[in-house]
């Protein structure tokens, strides 16, 4: 039988004694099956050791993701309470502005603006739900909040816009229509339908009021409108006639000086003329008449409260 033995000198030293190992072939091979899976149980254990750390590392990263997201998801939801109350505020505002317009308050349904309902979105459909319901769950309840603010916000100020364009053509109406006392005097004639002539000693209707003052004080526009006569008129003298718009005209006599033409436009308080006794009249006064779609009207019921004497 061949010898299958291997002989390993070791030298230490040259003063040192020569030693001798015999091993067999069996032996080294047994070593060598040994030391491979040492270094193979050596390199797996690295590799789970290894990934070991990496996913702590990942999951401090996420950790800390998930912190800030959670922290952002508050602020946000603070600042949508915030918006709420501004949108509060603005909702009181419009039913101001609708009360002052004569506008019905906007109706409830109208201002929910069809949130909710059938095919609405679900906490489910976040897509921050499929990483962590609840974080969904809190993104989903502010995104419906904002949508909901925004849809809010569009109604009011559709409702405001209203409002403000009623209350724009209110504003024109009141000043084009003749509520203005027009001169500084004092009542000394009022309107009526059979009173005795003061020149002519008959009965006959006293279409306007008279108004006693200074010659020369300021005969001022009742309303805003056009002129639409100025001149002399026969029995009412120097006269000027203004006509307001939806069916209004009023008129006034006896002036001593007319400061206007025809068509000339004019506003509210405009002076116009001043105060005298042309035509048939026995002292200065203004005579002031108001029509109404053509008819004679009482002045008296169109003054502001507390704007004659």
């Not at 702590?56 to 998930?66: D, E, S």
């Not at 006569?229 to 939806?246: K, L, M, P, S």
């Amino acid at each position: 039988m061949q010898d299958d033995r291997w002989t390993v000198l070791l030298v230490r030293g040259h003063r040192d004694p020569v030693r001798q190992v015999s091993v067999t072939h069996t032996m080294l091979r047994r070593a060598g099956w040994v030391a491979g899976v040492g270094m193979l149980i050596a390199v797996v254990c690295a590799g789970i050791f290894g990934l070991g750390g990496f996913g702590h590392l990942q999951a401090l990263g996420l950790a800390k993701q998930n912190t800030a997201l959670v922290d952002e998801l508050a602020r946000l939801q603070a600042e949508v309470g915030a918006l709420e109350g501004t949108i509060g505020s603005l909702q009181d505002r419009e039913a101001e502005l609708r009360a002052m317009a004569g506008l019905d308050p906007l109706d409830a349904d109208v201002l929910a603006a069809g949130i909710g309902g059938p095919g609405s979105r679900t906490p489910e459909s976040n897509p921050l739900a499929e990483v962590d319901a609840d974080l969904g769950g809190q993104a989903f309840a502010i995104d419906y909040d904002i949508d909901a603010l925004q849809r809010r916000a569009r109604v009011l100020l559709e409702s405001m816009s209203e409002a403000g364009d009623s209350l724009a053509s209110q504003r024109e109406l009141l000043m084009s229509r003749p509520t203005l006392f027009p001169t500084a005097g004092s009542l000394s004639s009022g309107y009526s339908k059979a009173r005795m002539h003061p020149i002519l000693n008959e009965i006959l209707p006293h279409p306007g009021v008279d108004i006693a003052a200074p010659a020369g004080t300021p005969i001022l526009a009742a309303g805003k409108g056009r002129v639409t006569r100025a001149g002399w008129v026969t029995g009412y003298g120097q006269t000027v006639e203004i006509d307001h718009g939806n069916g209004f005209t009023t008129l006034y006599a006896h002036a001593s000086k007319l400061l206007v033409r025809s068509g000339q436009e004019v506003e509210r308080g405009d002076v116009i003329a001043q105060v005298g006794r042309t035509g048939t009249a026995t002292s200065t006064h203004l005579h002031y008449e108001v029509r109404q779609n053509g008819r004679q009207q009482n002045p008296l019921n169109f003054f502001l409260p507390g704007t004659f004497n």
